[in-house]
């Protein structure tokens, strides 16, 4: 989920009106609208203030986390950097399902080493 639909999603959830949430930040209600639909991106102070009124954490808002199920079907979220993403979006396209395999086979170690050379060659 992008930050735009989270905004909004946000938004809903608390029945708030964008003219609540601009009294409540100081951000404009058009700018608010700006960000819920896309068509801006908002600034980091204006990221903080958003996170901060709807009392979630930035990674929350900015749509840095996974849902996951358990073995028992219990729902819970985990918080990953974007770079995680990326790795386990690839590893979702046909075209990488030996790898998946290969990974499959034994994961702690093998993520730990993929994880390791992924970043040592984006230099992170």
């Given at each position: 989920?992008?930050i735009?639909?989270?905004?909004k999603?946000?938004?809903k959830?608390?029945?708030y009106?964008l003219?609540?949430?601009?009294?409540?930040t100081?951000i404009?209600?058009?700018?608010?609208?700006?960000y819920e639909?896309?068509?801006s991106?908002p600034?980091?102070?204006n990221?903080?203030?958003?996170?901060?009124?709807?009392?979630?954490?930035?990674d929350?808002?900015c749509?840095r986390?996974?849902n996951?199920?358990?073995?028992d079907?219990?729902?819970y979220?985990i918080?990953?950097?974007?770079d995680?993403?990326k790795?386990?979006n690839?590893?979702?396209l046909p075209?990488?399902?030996?790898?998946?395999n290969?990974?499959i086979?034994?994961?702690?170690?093998?993520?730990?080493?993929?994880?390791?050379?992924?970043?040592r060659?984006h230099n992170i």
């Amino acid at each position: 989920m992008d930050i735009s639909k989270k905004l909004k999603d946000l938004r809903k959830i608390n029945n708030y009106k964008l003219c609540y949430v601009e009294e409540k930040t100081g951000i404009r209600k058009g700018t608010i609208s700006k960000y819920e639909n896309g068509h801006s991106k908002p600034s980091y102070d204006n990221l903080i203030k958003l996170a901060d009124f709807y009392n979630v954490s930035l990674d929350k808002l900015c749509a840095r986390d996974i849902n996951l199920v358990s073995q028992d079907d219990e729902p819970y979220s985990i918080t990953v950097s974007t770079d995680y993403i990326k790795i386990i979006n690839a590893l979702k396209l046909p075209e990488n399902s030996k790898f998946t395999n290969y990974i499959i086979e034994d994961p702690a170690r093998r993520i730990k080493a993929v994880s390791n050379s992924y970043f040592r060659i984006h230099n992170i």
